[in-house]
C-alpha cells in the first residue's frame, strides 16, 4: 500500500469528479492521502474533506508561503486558533517561495519560522515548501533543530549536499512526479541518498509525473513515481511501497 504524503486534493479542481478521484486512489493501492493546508481559504473544504473520508484522508494546518502579505500575521493568527481547537497531523503547507515573488521574502521568513515553532510547541511534523531558497530553508531549520523537530522538506528538488545536510536534520524527503521527467537532474541525486529518508507525494493537482504531463495530477498516479523510484533505487515496487510508508509512519505518528 502506497502513502501520498502531500496531495490539495480538496483544490476546485477536483469539485466536480473528488468520489472517482477517491476510487481511482484506492484502486492503485494508495491507502493513505496527507492534505496540506494552504491558507485561511482552503480549511473549510479540506476539513470537508477528512470528514467525507476520515481513514483515508489526514489534514494539516499552515500558511503556505505563496499566500503570505501584509496580512500574514492577521492569517496566522487564524491558523494558530486552528491548531488549538482542531487535529492535526502536521504543520504544513509552510516555507518560503522566492520563485515567483521576493516583495514578502521577510515576511515569509518570520511566517515559517513562528510556525516551526509551533511544530515544536504542538509536537507535530513540519513540512516544509522550499523554492529557491532550500539552503535558507535548511539553514532555519538547522537553527531551531534541538532534537524534538522533524518533517518532510516537499517536492525535493536539491543537490546531494543539501540533501546529506537534510539527512543530518533527521528529516525526510518528499519524492513526486519531477523525478520521472527527463531533464530534472533529480535522478542522479535520488540515487545517491538512501530511500529510508524519502516518502513519495503527488502534490496534486501539479506536477504530474510521465506519462501525465501537461495534465491535472492526482492520488492515483503515486504508482508511477514509486515505479520510477524502484527502477533508480534497482529494488521492487513493493519494497518502495513499504519502505516509504513506514517512512511516512514513523514522520506522522498519530
Known amino acids: 500500500m502506497f502513502t501520498d504524503t502531500h496531495s490539495h486534493l480538496y483544490s476546485k479542481e477536483f469539485d466536480i469528479d473528488i468520489d472517482k478521484v477517491i476510487i481511482n486512489a484506492k484502486s492503485n493501492n494508495v491507502s493513505s492521502i496527507y492534505l496540506p493546508n494552504i491558507d485561511i481559504s482552503t ?55 522566492l520563485y515567483w515573488d521576493k516583495t514578502f521574502k521577510q515576511e515569509q ?15 507535530l511534523p513540519v513540512i516544509i515548501h522550499a523554492r529557491d531558497a532550500m539552503d535558507i530553508s535548511i539553514d532555519i531549520i538547522e537553527k531551531h533543530q534541538t532534537g524534538s523537530l522533524k518533517g518532510v522538506f516537499h517536492c525535493f528538488t536539491g543537490n546531494i549536499d543539501q540533501a546529506f545536510r537534510i539527512m543530518k536534520l533527521g528529516f525526510y524527503m518528499g519524492i513526486g512526479g519531477i523525478l520521472t521527467y527527463k531533464n530534472s537532474g533529480l535522478k542522479q541525486v535520488v540515487r545517491q541518498i538512501p530511500i529510508e529518508y524519502m516518502v513519495l507525494e503527488t502534490d496534486s493537482p501539479y506536477l504530474p509525473p510521465v506519462p501525465f504531463r501537461g495534465k491535472r495530477n492526482e492520488s492515483a498516479y503515486l504508482v508511477h513515481i514509486a515505479s520510477e523510484l524502484a527502477e533508480v533505487k534497482n529494488i521492487s515496487i513493493k519494497d518502495v511501497a513499504e519502505i516509504t510508508t513506514n517512512n511516512a509512519q514513523k514522520i506522522f505518528i498519530e
Open 43 to 97: 480549511i473549510e473544504k479540506m476539513n470537508n474533506l477528512v470528514n467525507k473520508d476520515s481513514e483515508l484522508f489526514k489534514a494539516m494546518m499552515g500558511l503556505h508561503p505563496g499566500s503570505v502579505d501584509s496580512d500574514y500575521v492577521k492569517n496566522l493568527n487564524i491558523i494558530r486558533q486552528e491548531l488549538e481547537k482542531n487535529k492535526y497531523v502536521g504543520v504544513g503547507e509552510v516555507g518560503i517561495d
Open 109 to 123: 521568513i518570520d511566517a515559517f519560522e513562528t510556525q516551526v515553532k509551533w511544530a515544536k510547541e504542538f509536537d
